[in-house]
């Protein structure tokens, strides 16, 4: 399994920049930076090709987490809005070649929303076939109002927009929140998923003890056939280095016993 650290949320023991060679040393190999566009492409390239890191994914739309927006691809008045952000998602995702990028409903609801969705969707994948997009359920207690809360939903959609090169992101954190059995939920949407998020319920922390059963579950994507990137995209209990334990039984052989 390939692991790559969510360092919009790990490592911000350090500025951003050195959070790369930091996640490389901890045991990851790639990167997932939410709001890259604070940050020059060049830098980012830089901090990612010294560390040896591959940037696995991005967000889309660029304002940054604090600015309040969730995206805008369910909201029907902001079309224009969504597509000019697309257009900037798509022109830092290949020059970092970035693997995935994570398109965000924005708050909405009802049948208009949903049909604006498929239809920017329809859109951006015609725009960019050679992208893979993705789009994650998130659970309402997190983010109220977001409009893309639920997975059966997000099947829907996917199924309605028809393209190849947009898939499900999983994320136990809000897996667990919305339907409370996270492998049953990654059994029956595997075929869809391309893109994993790791963080335990309720405290999106490290995996660990809890509701979420984590060995069973890398033990289930093992079995399956997935083989993308799994990310770690939790706030750290402490200092992120002191979390990783989980990442270093999981990296050995799978079974729990020490690689030869
Ligand atoms: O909230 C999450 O789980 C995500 O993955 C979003 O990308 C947040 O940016
Ligand atoms: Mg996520």
Known sequence: MRFCANVTLLFTEMPMLQRFSAAKRAGFDGVEILFPYDLT?????????????????????????????????????RI??????????????????????HIMAGRAEGDAARDCMIENLRWATARAPHASLTIEPINRDTMPGYFLCDYDQAAGIIDQVGAQNLSLQFDTFHAHAITGDVLSTFAAHRPLIRHIQIGSFPARAEPGPGPIDFPGFFQAVRASD??????????????????????AEERRDGTGEAAS
């Not at 901090?47 to 940054?64: E, M, Q, R, S």
């Not at 997935?226 to 990442?247: F, K, Q, V």
């Open 41 to 77: 492409v060049k830098d980012i390239s830089r901090a990612a090709l010294t560390a040896g890191t591959d940037v696995v994914l991005i967000n889309c739309p660029p304002p940054n987490w604090a600015g309040g927006p969730r995206g805008f691809a369910a909201e029907p008045d």
């Open 80 to 101: 224009e809005r969504f597509r000019r952000d697309f257009d900037r998602s798509l022109r830092v995702a290949e020059a970092l070649r970035v693997r995935h990028i």
């Open 226 to 247: 997935y083989r993308g990137w799994i990310s770690a995209e939790y706030n750290p209990t402490g200092m992120t280095s002191d979390g990783l334990g989980w990442l």
